[in-house]
């Protein structure tokens, strides 16, 4: 019979792994800070797009604490737009890691550049204000943008609304996620995407320059479709180098809210879920809108000496929707088997509890 001090331990040690489960701490934290961003930036008040270029000349501008409302450092009641600009340093080794900028909340809209190229926002701006001040914002830094052991420069424009303005709150700095699966040929960044639906958008013969430019991945209501629920079409070409061509790849699509079908060069490569077609109900699976989109490809089915061409259909039923996390490109297989096998023990608290009890 257990005696009254172990029956206390094996308490003790349940009411932990609760904890831990609530808390999602796992053996290893997902998110590795590489470096601290918070502190000193450049500021200014107003808007001018070529504040995003890494050589522009900010040397008079104001300088400003990050985060920290900007009506609390001298610019009380200023409603309206102002650009943050930092300049940092990455190790060459961190540049092949998967990273992230993350920025706290923000009041109310931004965009992002990195060196240069948009990599993100939340909200939109003025004339179709909508903000995204609860929104706690973390963007992918694609390792092309990037200049490893040297000058890089991150911008930020905000627009705020009303009351307290810029990056309020949170911890700010770039960091690296120790759990994503890393693609050899990254497809995220700049995409076409339309609402609707119509087959022919499928075709890599199509016309997609008059539809609009969004980033890949983030919500399709981040990005001025807020409130939208049904279809929509999203289209990239891409290129691969020589050293993936003879390789068997699998196609990474992150996930996505809530179905999807994807064609590659105008053929289905992959699907999740079940359309609702003319007439059927949307049926609700939360199972898929949690799902990592891995399909593996045939052989041939990316030209090596010519472009791509990627188109994802995709069904929202309700909130948020569209290709909102990555990773997005093309992996060999072989890497992608070893990172499944690395997942299969990386249970949560619940299950080790579980395990525990058994005992």
């Known amino acids: 019979m257990e005696s009254r001090a172990a029956g206390l331990l094996r308490i003790s040690l349940l009411g932990l792994m609760l904890l831990l489960s609530a808390t999602g701490i796992r053996g290893e934290s997902r998110w590795h800070r590489l470096l601290d961003l918070s502190g000193t930036w450049r500021f200014e008040l107003g808007d001018d797009p ?17 985060p920290g409302r900007w009506e609390d450092q001298g610019f009380p009641g200023y409603d309206g737009y102002a650009w943050y600009r930092r300049h940092f340093t990455i190790g060459k080794d961190d540049a092949n890691k998967v990273l992230f900028v993350r920025l706290g909340a923000i009041d109310d809209v931004d965009e992002i550049y990195l060196n240069g190229h948009l990599i993100g926002y939340y909200g939109t701006f003025p004339p179709n204000f909508n903000t995204a001040y609860g929104v706690h914002r973390s963007y992918r830094l694609l390792a092309r943008f990037l200049n490893p052991g040297g000058d890089n420069v991150i911008a930020v424009r905000v627009y705020d609304d009303q009351l307290e303005g810029g990056i309020v709150r949170g911890d700010v700095g770039v960091y690296e996620d120790r759990q994503a699966l890393r693609a050899d040929y990254s497809v995220e960044g700049e995409w076409k995407f339309t609402t609707g639906d119509d087959m022919k958008w499928k075709d890599p013969d199509f016309d997609d320059r008059g ?4 980033i890949v991945p983030s919500f399709w209501e981040a990005q001025g479709f807020k409130g939208y629920d049904g279809y929509g079409w999203y289209r990239t070409r891409f290129r691969i180098p020589e050293s993936l061509a003879s390789e068997r790849l699998i196609l990474l699509l992150g996930k996505i809210d809530d179905y999807d079908e994807v064609y590659l060069n105008g053929e289905r490569v992959g699907r999740t879920g079940s359309m609702p077609g003319p007439g059927k109900d949307w049926r609700n699976d939360q199972r898929s809108y949690a799902q990592l989109r891995a399909y593996i490809l045939p052989p041939g089915a990316v030209k090596p000496d010519q472009d791509n061409v990627l188109a994802v259909r995709v069904f929202d039923g309700y909130m948020q929707g569209g290709i909102y996390d990555g990773p997005l490109g093309l992996v060999q297989r072989s890497r992608y088997l070893q990172w499944k096998d690395s997942k299969k023990d990386d249970r949560g608290g619940f299950e080790r509890f579980f395990d525990f009890f058994r005992k």
Do not use: L
């Open 50 to 66: 070529r504040r995003a270029e890494p050589g522009y000349d900010d040397g008079k501008w104001e300088m400003i604490d990050v």
């Open 211 to 214: 539809w609009r430019n969004v």
